[in-house]
């Protein structure tokens, strides 16, 4: 239910926020800022995105687990499919994903919310390298 809500909400927020700033400073500017948004939102997203690939690589060829990069790779994409989405709501929600301190507070929060039901199972066997 909550996830249809925002469905609805954000279309109406942004249409609403349209409207307004159409009415202040016209039609053709409205849409020039919603245009300029996007271009500046994709020139970060691809600033941000080959910044996170590089740094997974980096912890790929030293054999660590991109856990991290992964996760942000995943907040950059969102950022970069609500700045692709026309309107100023979505783009400053956007912009925020795009910004490093942000993403990590986000993953703080998504990490808070699900630690008590990630349960990680396995099998182990002790291994003893030394030589007698």
Known sequence: MPLLLLFILVPVIEMWILIEV???IGALPTI???????MIGLSLLKKQGLSVLMSARQ???VGAM????FVNGIIIAVGGVLLLTPGFFTDSLGFVLLIPQARKWVLFKFIDRFRDKLIIEGEYRDVDDRKF
């Open 22 to 24: 159409g009415s202040q």
């Open 32 to 38: 020039f800022l919603v245009v300029l948004t996007a």
């Open 59 to 61: 912890k790929l060829e």
């Open 66 to 69: 991109p856990a991290a990069e």
